[in-house]
């Protein structure tokens, strides 16, 4: 029952959060909201500076496979881990950015957020960069509510950056409502490879 499963990558380098953004949305789909989910990740060698990648699948239905069979969503925290990971796309997939660090963009079907630079300039703390990029992502993400998101969020970091972590989704959630989906081309493939398939 593939048309239940809704899937979703996150890829960056260590130290940017990408498992713990993984694992608060899964908590998000399958604890708060009552879905069926699987997380899986990966990284490199390097504890720090290597790519790191995380994978979520969330379904109405029993979840057969765990990994990405087929993107709905890719987030990519930088440009190493964009190059890597950007395959396997539904052809209505979306990719969203972190443009601080992502420059060349291979589809035209983006949305592209500083995230790092908002958490940089408007919280002063460059390390809450991924919890900007979960606000975005729970705007654009149909499977999970952003109270749920938010909720998981605030239960997994401690309670002294709960403030913090809290501003920092709100940051993302804000860039991305100024974003306008329905300027986006309605497929990630370009027109030349729909010809071919």
């Known amino acids: 029952m593939k048309e239940n499963r809704y899937e979703i990558r996150l890829g ?9 953004m993984a694992v608060i949305l899964a908590e998000a789909a399958g604890v708060y909201g009552d879905q ?3 997380q899986t990740q ?12 995380a994978e979520v699948v969330v379904s109405a239905a029993e979840i057969d496979y765990p990994k990405v069979i087929q993107m709905d969503l890719f987030l990519a925290m930088n440009q190493p881990s964009l190059d890597a990971y950007f395959y396997d796309f539904k052809p209505n997939g979306l990719l969203i950015v972190d443009s601080t660090f992502v420059e060349q963009i291979p589809t035209s079907r983006v949305i592209a ?7 940089r300039n408007e919280l002063q703390q460059e390390m809450v960069a991924n919890m900007v990029a979960l606000g975005a ?7 999970v509510r952003l109270e749920h998101l ?3 969020l605030l239960s997994r970091v401690p309670p002294h950056t709960r403030q913090l972590n ?3 989704f709100g940051a993302g959630l804000v860039a991305a409502q100024e974003v306008d989906l329905a300027a986006l081309p ?3 493939i370009s027109e030349e490879q729909e010809d071919e398939v």
């Open 42 to 53: 990966s990284y490199g060698p390097e504890a720090r500076g290597g790519k790191s990648k």
């Open 186 to 188: 309605h497929s990630i």
């Open 137 to 143: 992502l729970g705007h654009f993400c149909p499977k």
């Open 166 to 168: 809290g501003d920092a």
């Open 36 to 38: 069926h989910v699987c």
């Open 113 to 119: 957020i500083p995230f790092t630079r908002i958490a």
């Open 150 to 152: 938010r909720e998981a």
């Open 12 to 20: 960056g380098s260590g130290g940017q959060g990408i498992i713990l």
